[in-house]
């Protein structure tokens, strides 16, 4: 077993001492092969690791969260200013409940169906199991009155378990992917038990309003319960109210202090130049960055764009579109077959349209440093973000953040969640493949009046809306008493 060595010569976490801690799925670090990395670890994938990193480096506490390695027992150990608390999964458990209920159950229904969720009940069996050790590794770690913030889907019952066994705890909840519609969320067999987990936190938070409002419509539909003004009270026998759980919106940010500062290195401008090079200076550079996931709309945009090369609208000599995609979920079949799908299109599409010079897509199936991406963004005239259903988006987010002279396009999806910050995006509706290319050729085309007054008015927003000021938002709710309405 490995066990990491303390960095800056704290001593190891002693259980029951930490006033703040943050529960997720995944630590912010994942442990790698030796040959991956210098020490074995790598950063974790995904928006949420993106956006609470940062939170945690620079407030502390303790963060409780899977080490991304089966049948291995990690202890708990020091890293950027956080004590992190390992909780092991088998493989049998990353099978049943992260690839299984978490990614094959859940993804897919709290994502507008756009691939069919599987219901099974030893999948569901395994999601309990390991809510509860979540719950549990909270439980050992939190001092009397602490408070704890669980996170997303995965740890939908750690409020339940959490408040069974510590009454003394403030707990909130924080969903980063959307929450259905209460007419898609009846499918699910334990719709019950997960809004009950659920309504244990003090404060749930979601992405949009419109998620909040589907939580609150499901609440009352399936529990019953007596929803007043976002506000769900349970009642002792004489009617007195004992305990409220309420929901709001609270719309994640990123770290823009880091991504201004990476836009103004001189090495990550250089390195953006370079990029520009090595693609033999087009008139335009388009970019997408996604993880491999069927809800990011990576095959729409791909078609919209092969399209445009066919009908020459756009020239292969003029402009190209980088793509990166991440891998992801590379076990579950859904995934596997979205990275069939999309090599198959970038193939034809390139083998139709490229020159010796030329490539059309440039597909990188990697993920990369924060510094390679902030390049990528300096470098890209155009942003694509056409997911099909998106929590949040982060991408756009940073694409913004880095584009300090304003110019730039940013093709923003409307079923993503930062549409209701970045008004000033250029919004599409992914489905319409027209109506997406249309919106694509307006982005290439962009006057430079236009293009900086849309970056400005979305700058304003990001600038001033970072995800430090997203946790002390949600923090703030969850310690001030909730007053019965
Ligand atoms: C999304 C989810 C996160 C998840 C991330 C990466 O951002 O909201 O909870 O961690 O994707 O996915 P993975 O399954 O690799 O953790």
Redesign the pocket.
């Known amino acids: 077993m490995h066990v990491p060595k303390e960095s800056n010569g704290k001593p190891a976490l002693h259980p029951g001492n930490s006033d703040f801690i943050v529960v ?3 630590l912010p670090v994942d442990r790698v092969p030796q040959e991956e990395s210098d020490d074995g670890w790598r950063r ?6 993106t956006a609470l990193a940062p939170v945690m480096a620079s407030r502390g506490g303790a963060w409780v969260g899977w080490h991304g390695a089966p049948d291995e027992a990690l202890e708990p150990f020091h890293h950027d200013n956080m004590d992190l608390i390992p909780v092991g999964l088998s493989a049998e458990e990353v099978e049943l409940y ?1 690839e299984g209920f ?2 094959s159950t859940l993804w897919p229904l709290y994502h507008d169906v756009i691939a069919p969720p599987e219901f099974h009940r030893t999948w569901w069996d395994a999601y309990r199991t390991v809510n509860q050790r979540f719950a549990h590794a909270a439980a050992g770690a939190a001092a009397k009155g602490a408070t704890v913030w669980v ?4 740890l939908q019952l750690v409020p339940r378990y959490l408040r069974q066994l510590r009454p003394d705890l403030r707990i909130g909840f924080f969903n ?2 959307p929450f259905p519609p209460p007419e898609i969320f009846a499918q699910l067999p334990w719709r019950k038990e997960i809004i009950s987990g659920l309504l244990e936190a003090d404060l749930v938070g979601f992405q949009r309003a419109s998620d909040t409002a589907n939580f609150l419509r499901s609440a009352r539909r399936f529990v019953g319960a007596g929803v007043k003004a976002a506000q769900v009270q349970s009642k002792d026998q004489d009617g007195k109210v004992v305990h409220i759980s309420r929901a709001a919106p609270f719309p994640i940010s990123i770290d823009v202090g880091q991504i201004q500062e990476l836009a103004a290195n001189p090495d990550v401008i250089a390195r953006a130049k370079q990029i520009r090079e090595d693609l033999g200076n087009p008139k335009t550079i388009l970019l997408g960055v996604d ?1 491999l996931d069927y809800t990011k709309g990576i095959t729409h945009r791909l078609k919209a764009y092969g399209e445009l090369l066919t009908e020459k609208t756009i020239k292969v000599e003029d402009a190209a579109l980088i793509q990166v995609a991440s891998p ?2 590379e076990r579950v079949e859904t995934y596997k077959q979205l990275r069939e799908d999309v090599e198959g299109i970038v193939g034809r599409i390139n083998g139709q349209h490229d020159t010796i010079q030329n490539t059309a897509v440039r597909y990188l199936h990697h993920s990369y440093p924060v510094e390679e991406m902030v390049a990528l963004y300096l470098a890209a005239d155009v942003m694509l973000v056409t997911a099909l259903r998106d ?1 949040m988006n982060l991408v756009a987010k940073e694409y913004v953040a880095a584009r300090g002279d304003n110019t730039g396009a940013l093709v923003l999806s409307e079923f993503a969640g930062a549409a209701d910050q970045l008004k000033s995006a250029l919004l599409v509706n992914p489905h319409d493949i027209d109506g997406l290319k249309s919106t694509i050729v307006r982005a290439v085309n962009l006057s430079p009046a236009e293009s900086s007054r849309r970056m400005r008015a979305m700058r304003r927003q990001i600038l001033t809306h970072d995800v430090q000021r997203w946790s002390e938002d949600f923090l703030t709710t969850l310690q001030t008493e909730a007053e019965p309405v």
């Open positions: 997720s799925n995944r974790s994938p995904g928006g949420l690791v992260y978490s990614n996170q997303d889907y995965q980063h992917i993880r992801s979920r929590g």
